[in-house]
C-alpha cells in the first residue's frame, strides 16, 4: 500500500507504508483539511504516533521549517526514514523512537508551533496524551496548536488546565481536538 502526499511540492508523491495491519492512516481528506486550516510555513512540528510519517511530510510539503516525528514501532521509523530519505527532507526531520510518555527527555530542549497526535483508536490513549501534553505544555510555543485525531466515540473529558479547547471538527467517524496554547 501506497499513501500519497495531497499537497504542496510533495504533491502526488507515494510513500511506503508501514509494514504492519495495526497501523493507521490520517485519511486524505483529513490531512486537506489540516493543510487549508493551518498555515504550516516555517513551522517546527511535533508527530506522535507517526506511523509512516505522512502528516509530518505533509507539513513539510507546505512549508514546515522541520518535523520531529515519535513512534514507538521499529517499523515505523524504519519507514520514516526511507520516506524522508526518498523525498530528500533528512536534514529537515528528527526521529524518536520511544512510547510518547518516555520521549519527553529526548524533547525536553524544544518548543514546537505545531503538535499533531493520532493515537491508536479505542485504547486510552487520548485522554492519557491530553495529560501528558497538559505536564509537558513547555513543549509547545505560546500561540501554538495541538491536534489530536480520534475515534468519534473515544472519551476525551480531560479538560487541560494550560490548553484552551478551540474547537472540535467532524470527519464521519474522526474527530479533530484543536487546542490552544494562549
Do not use: C, H
Not at 496524551?129 to 505544555?137: A, E, G, P, T, Y
Not at 478551540?166 to 474527530?175: A, K, Q, S, T
Request: aromatic share 12%.
Amino acid at each position: 500500500m501506497a499513501l500519497k502526499i495531497e499537497s504542496g511540492k510533495f504533491k502526488n508523491t507515494n510513500i511506503e507504508t508501514v509494514d504492519d495491519r495495526r497501523t493507521r492512516y490520517t485519511p486524505a481528506t483529513l490531512r486537506r483539511a489540516l493543510i487549508s486550516i493551518f498555515d504550516f510555513t516555517g513551522a517546527n512540528f511535533l508527530e506522535f504516533f507517526a506511523g509512516s510519517g505522512i502528516m509530518s511530510f505533509e507539513v513539510l510539503s507546505n512549508g514546515a521549517k522541520s518535523s520531529t516525528m515519535v513512534d514507538i514501532s521499529t517499523k515505523a521509523v524504519s519507514s520514516i526514514l526511507k520516506n524522508a530519505e526518498s523525498l530528500g527532507v533528512l536534514n529537515k526531520i528528527k526521529v524518536i523512537k520511544s512510547d510518547f510518555r518516555k520521549s519527553i527527555t529526548k524533547l525536553s530542549n524544544e518548543q514546537f508551533d505545531y503538535i499533531f497526535a493520532d493515537p491508536p483508536f479505542n485504547n486510552s490513549y487520548v485522554q492519557e496524551f491530553l495529560k501528558f501534553i497538559d505536564s509537558n505544555v513547555f513543549l509547545i510555543r505560546n500561540g501554538g496548536y495541538i491536534i489530536i485525531e480520534k475515534y468519534k466515540n473515544e472519551k476525551s473529558d480531560y479538560i487541560p488546565k494550560n490548553l484552551i479547547r478551540e474547537e472540535v471538527r467532524d470527519y464521519g467517524d474522526i474527530e479533530i481536538l484543536i487546542f490552544f496554547k494562549p
